[in-house]
């Protein structure tokens, strides 16, 4: 399985802020809707959630701002499994412009809920199976040098 890319999405107007650029928090919402796509495949989104009363919460999520982007701009997101544990899983996103540019970069950690508690639970086999093919899978491709780096000033 390569690094998975989600279709292009659109900056909307009303996502940018006084700057003229997307404002911060809209980042995110871009690259959770990557990830989104990327459960889908693994079947680990919606229809999963209402099949089997199971979901995905974000436990953690940083975001690297590279470049500006702004309102009517496509962008994709990458996603890259780094490791998976029975009840998680680690990865990093890009979120690259149509033109090729990379915009911004995300690392968090995903985990699987049983809704009944809210509490973490154990996959069942069949999505992890999909997540552990998939970090071997990614694995083959160096970890980017950004991944777990600590946050700190330039000086």
């Given at each position: 399985m390569p690094i998975f890319t989600s279709p292009l999405m659109d900056v909307k107007q009303e996502w940018t802020d006084y700057n003229g650029h997307l404002n911060m928090a809209y980042y995110?919402?871009?690259?959770?809707?990557?990830?989104?796509?990327?459960?889908?495949?693994?079947?680990?989104?919606?229809?999963?959630?209402?099949?089997?009363?199971?979901?995905?919460?974000?436990?953690?999520?940083?975001?690297?701002?590279?470049?500006?982007?702004?309102?009517?701009?496509?962008?994709?997101?990458?996603?890259?499994?780094?490791?998976?544990?029975?009840?998680?899983?680690?990865?990093?996103?890009?979120?690259?412009?149509?033109?090729?540019?990379?915009?911004?970069?995300?690392?968090?950690i995903s985990l699987h809920i049983d809704q009944s508690g809210p509490r973490v639970a154990a996959y069942p086999p069949e999505q992890f199976a999909r997540l552990q093919a998939a970090a071997a899978d990614h694995g083959a491709r160096p970890v980017p040098d950004w991944v777990g780096a600590p946050m700190r000033l330039r000086k």
């Open positions: 995110g919402v871009l690259f959770d809707l990557g990830l989104e796509f990327f459960n889908t495949g693994i079947d680990l989104a919606e229809a999963y959630m209402r099949r089997t009363a199971h979901t995905t919460y974000s436990a953690e999520f940083r975001i690297r701002y590279l470049r500006e982007v702004h309102a009517g701009a496509k962008v994709s997101a990458t996603t890259h499994v780094l490791d998976v544990g029975p009840k998680a899983f680690h990865f990093c996103q890009e979120l690259i412009h149509e033109d090729g540019w990379i915009a911004a970069t995300g690392e968090g």
